[in-house]
């Protein structure tokens, strides 16, 4: 199945979206979009999640093929800031929500995410705790 650029990108925020709405524990918790600079919370008191797509390699897989076949990737990164005070449990239980929500799913365009990674930054500076979430994602377009 081949999908655009635009079209992954907005299935992979969508996914995001449902799979951080549908979960409980982040009820209330802001997701602010790359390039959205006015909504960044500054009260840290409150956590909130910071969601950037970043653009990957195309390699060619349809050789000898009418379509010109690629393997497109990219990387959902997603931070997570919690108040620095906030306790470790609360933090796991939002990468959690991400794990499951993303480990082996695939949209319903063809957009399947594979490696997923986190990494603890404790003092993120000005009383925030960070998280930073990286998965991967593949889909194939055609020229």
């Known amino acids: 199945m081949s999908v655009e ?6 299935e992979v925020m969508n996914l995001l979206k449902s799979v951080w709405e549908a979960d409980p524990i982040s009820t209330g ?21 910071r969601a950037t797509i970043v ?6 897989t349809g050789i000898g093929t009418k379509a010109r076949l690629y393997d497109r990737n990219g990387i959902l990164v997603v931070q997570l800031f919690t108040n620095i005070s906030s306790g470790l449990l609360f933090k796991d239980n939002l990468v959690n929500i991400l794990s499951k929500g993303f480990e082996g799913a695939t949209t ?20 925030w ?7 991967n994602f593949t889909y194939e377009t055609s020229n």
Not at 112 to 127: C, V
């Open 5 to 10: 650029l635009p079209t992954a990108n907005k």
């Open 29 to 49: 918790i802001q997701i602010v979009w790359d390039d959205v600079e006015a909504n960044t919370p500054t009260d840290t008191d409150i956590s909130w999640i």
């Open 55 to 60: 653009t990957g390699t195309s390699t060619r």
């Open 108 to 127: 319903s365009s063809g957009v399947r995410f594979e490696d997923f990674k986190f990494t603890n930054h404790p003092e993120a500076g000005g009383g």
């Open 129 to 135: 705790h960070l998280r930073n979430v990286t998965i």
